[in-house]
């Protein structure tokens, strides 16, 4: 259902069309007056219909040749133009249907992104005090409360948590198969990261190695996975913003888009941009236990790096360099997940050197003289990359706890059904 409505830019009387397509989700925008060029940002709330707007008055129908925005959480927007109330156009839900090719793979792909959005709105809270305990030892409450849990999913193959171990595989399980991130992941990178996750485990020679590398790297599960949680929650707060791309990502289909014409809301740039630097500074922070890994697995020593490289030099350097000067090579067995982290736009962030043009959605990241312009949507997708390195490094991190327990001997209570 598309509803029209308008607004007046409060300083130059500007009226502008917003073309809503209702859906299930509220809508934050955020629309430059083409005028004036000032910023008029606001609300689309679902229940009862009502738009908050500041910097502009909501005014009745107007018939001349209007400036107009389309807003929608679900699908992707045609960006902003001057229209005629007469020139027809069809609704964002209709035309994405195009992008996918049939409206059923339209309607699975958009469903699947959406669980996330209702996680976060609903199960979040649960599971980041399901973590909590965890990190904080709280054993006796966080046993009953996940076998409770567990008891209501059936594709998990196990009821009861009686050590650290159980508990470690029934939280994984729950974080993966029960919030949507699983959809946000894609089912490619899923597989790859848990193959790539499982080398740790099956190696029994490398455990005395790879177990003295967690102690003398200081790699700290438990301040790693509580600031990789802290970036869960920035990533659910833009999360509405970025369904589109996550439903087009996960078939292949944002080729799909001509992204001169299209693109996705523009709300919590910000916000988006917070996220992309934070995430983008946990994971470098990390990339030494890929390191640690790669040096154990490939050159039998943790120290030891490609190119005769050390591992005590890389630590020392800032998180800029970590990328480049050759301390990573892409082909060895942890690497892969990474390479497509772009440093420039990393740089430019960090710097707070970038701008959006709402009305093309174009962002110019400068770094230095060097600039690089990217679509909106382009953006969102590499935050989306972004989150799943994040899971990609948790990943290892789930599997290093698991040999550490295992050389503590603390080892599973059930036997799973493979
Ligand atoms: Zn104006």
Redesign the pocket.
């Known amino acids: 259902m598309v509803h029209n409505e308008f607004v007046q830019?409060n300083?130059?009387k500007?009226k502008i069309n917003l073309r809503i397509q209702i859906g299930y989700f509220d809508i934050p925008f955020y629309v430059c007056?083409p005028?004036?060029h000032?910023t008029i940002h606001g609300k689309v709330l679902v229940k009862g219909n009502k738009i908050n707007v500041e910097n502009a008055n909501m005014i009745q129908f107007s018939n001349e040749e209007f400036y107009s925005v389309e807003l929608s959480a679900e699908f992707p927007t045609r960006k902003a133009i001057y229209k005629k109330m007469a020139d027809i156009e069809y609704s964002p839900y209709i035309r994405n249907h195009s992008f996918y090719g049939d409206p059923i793979t339209a309607t699975i792909r958009t469903q699947e992104a959406m669980v996330f959005a209702n996680f976060a709105q609903s199960g979040l809270n649960k599971m980041k005090q399901n973590f909590e305990l965890f990190w904080n030892d709280q054993d006796k409450i966080l046993f009953t409360r996940i076998e409770n849990m567990i008891k209501q999913q059936s594709h998990i193959p196990f009821s009861e948590i009686k050590n650290k171990f159980d508990v470690t595989i029934a939280l994984h399980q729950l974080l993966l198969t029960t919030t949507g991130i699983s959809v946000i992941i894609g089912k490619d990178s899923l597989r790859e990261y848990t193959e790539i996750g499982k080398l740790v485990l099956g190696s029994p020679n490398l455990f005395i190695k790879i177990d003295d590398f967690i102690i003398n790297g200081e790699v700290d599960f438990n301040h790693i996975e509580k600031k990789g949680f802290k970036l869960i929650e920035l990533f659910a707060k833009i999360y509405e913003q970025l369904i589109p791309v996550i439903a087009l990502k996960n078939g292949d289909f944002l080729k799909n888009i001509d992204k001169d014409q299209y693109g996705i809301m523009t709300a919590n740039f910000d916000e988006l941009t917070d996220f992309y630097a934070k995430s983008y500074e946990w994971i470098l922070d990390n990339l030494k236990i890929i390191l640690g890994l790669n040096n154990i697995f490939v050159r039998g020593d943790s120290t030891k790096c490609v190119n005769e490289k050390k591992y005590q030099n890389f630590i020392k350097e800032s998180n800029g360099n970590k990328m480049k000067n050759g301390y990573i090579d892409e082909t060895e067995p942890f690497s892969k997940p990474i390479s497509s982290l772009n440093n420039r736009v990393r740089n430019a962030i960090q710097h707070f050197d970038s701008e959006i043009d709402y009305e093309t959605q174009l962002i110019t990241f400068k770094d230095g003289n060097k600039s690089v312009d990217l679509y909106l949507i382009e953006f969102a997708d590499l935050c989306i990359e972004n989150f799943r390195i994040m899971f990609y490094i948790l990943e290892l991190i789930y599997n290093l706890r698991k040999l550490d327990f295992i050389q503590k001997k603390i080892v599973p209570s059930f036997v799973v059904k493979e």
């Open positions: 830019c300083a130059c500007m007056c005028e004036c000032s």
